[in-house]
T-cell receptor, first 113, second 114 residues
Framework: GESVGLHLPTLSVQEGDNSIINCAYS??????FIWYKQESGKGPQFIID?????DKRQGQRVTVLLNKTVKHLSLQIAATQPGDSAVYFC????????????FGTGTRLKVLA | KAGVTQTPRYLIKTRGQQVTLSCSPI?????VSWYQQTPGQGLQFLFE???????NKGNFPGRFSGRQFSNSRSEMNVSTLELGDSALYLC?????????????FGEGSRLTVL
């Protein structure tokens, strides 16, 4: 498949610290990217999105950075809280107009009290 | 506003059987996508529908099919089930007609094939 996830990397952070979750995407022509959060037993939930004509976008406690040169996305969560514990996925629309998203393998975020 | 609703939430089938999963999108959303989620392969795109037309299909065998009705509700069907079809099947809706847009996911239908 286009997105193979054999092992789910885990990021453990102390409550109150900042978290940075990274993602490498596959298609240099991708125009639109989304970060999703998935809690156990639930469907993915939208966090923030960014278009390829931007390098950075900020939301409430979250920032997404896009580096098109190396095809890299990162999600920064400020002042991480226990409720942030979940699996985080980046997704790219592979080619504009395909209506199809390619998801990264995901990163599990564990917030330590 | 109600979210994306998927039924059934859990089901168990045996090899060779078939299954139909249902998805009701958010009111006003005309695009519905389906994804398969497994521990080994992550989230894989199955298909996307808009106004009853399939606009794209993922790399899955012909046993996987879907359709969308005039009220935007969608169903997907898997025939001749195999053990490897055990997965969480996620439906997502979007208000976007053209181009990219946020996907709103349902809670999923967890299928176990024995």
């Amino acid at each position: 498949g286009e997105s193979v996830g054999l092992h789910l990397p885990t990021l453990s952070v102390q409550e109150g610290d900042n978290s940075i979750i990274n993602c490498a995407y596959s298609n240099s022509a991708s125009d639109y990217f989304i970060w999703y959060k998935q809690e156990s037993g639930k469907g993915p939930q939208f966090i923030i999105d960014i278009r390829s004509n931007m390098d950075k976008r900020q939301g409430q406690r979250v920032t997404v950075l896009l580096n098109k040169t190396v095809k890299h996305l990162s999600l920064q969560i400020a002042a991480t809280q226990p409720g942030d514990s979940a699996v985080y996925f980046c997704a790219e629309e592979g080619t504009s107009g395909t209506y199809k998203y390619i998801f990264g393998t995901g990163t599990r975020l564990k917030v330590l009290a | 506003k109600a979210g994306v609703t998927q039924t059934p939430r859990y089901l168990i089938k045996t090899r060779g059987q078939q299954v139909t999963l249902s998805c009701s999108p958010i009111s006003g959303h005309r695009s519905v996508s389906w994804y398969q989620q497994t521990p080994g392969q992550g989230l894989q795109f199955l298909f996307e529908y808009f106004s009853e037309t399939q606009r794209n299909k993922g790399n899955f065998p012909g046993r996987f099919s879907g359709r969308q009705f005039s009220n935007s509700r969608s169903e997907m069907n898997v025939s001749t089930l195999e053990l490897g079809d055990s997965a969480l099947y996620l439906c997502a809706s979007s208000y976007r007609e053209l181009g990219a847009g946020e996907l709103f996911f349902g809670e999923g239908s967890r299928l176990t094939v024995l």
